[in-house]
Nanobody
Framework: QVQLVESGGGLVQAGGSLRLSCAAS????????MGWFRQAPGKEREFVAA???????YYSDSVRGRSTISRDNAKNTVYLQMNSLKPEDTAVYYC?????????????????????WGQGTQVTVSS
């Protein structure tokens, strides 16, 4: 059984920071690209950031410059450090895992690339 378990969400004031974590089990972590997506109330799921097995990263325009995705393969864990948070960052954040095919990094922005998803962690940013 594959499990992705997110943690680190919470309530933070605008301008603050959070670090989200996603612990993976039941898969060959080193062979997978890992991604973060989010879904705000009344909106569709959107891509946030992704990291390939090689460590190459890809960010959405909305978070580029404010967020950093990283992975610790020894711990089977991926992180999303979020700084300068804005109220529009409020959403449920989901961790996802997909077998890395070696295609263009931009393909990692599509949800269909991923095979497994976590349960989500709530991030709420107040003004």
């Amino acid at each position: 059984q594959v499990q992705l378990v997110e943690s680190g969400g919470g309530l933070v004031q605008a301008g603050g920071s959070l670090r989200l974590s996603c612990a993976a089990s039941g898969l060959a972590f080193d062979n997978y690209a890992m991604g973060w997506f989010r879904q705000a109330p009344g909106k569709e799921r959107e891509f946030v950031a992704a990291i390939r097995w090689s460590g190459a990263t890809y960010y959405s325009d909305s978070v580029r410059g404010r967020s950093t995705i990283s992975r610790d393969n020894a711990k089977n864990t991926v992180y999303l450090q979020m700084n300068s948070l804005k109220p529009e960052d409020t959403a449920v954040y989901y961790c996802a895992a997909g077998r890395d095919t070696g295609r263009d990094t931009a393909t990692l922005s599509f949800g269909g690339t991923y095979d497994y998803w976590g349960q989500g962690t709530q991030v709420t940013v107040s003004s």
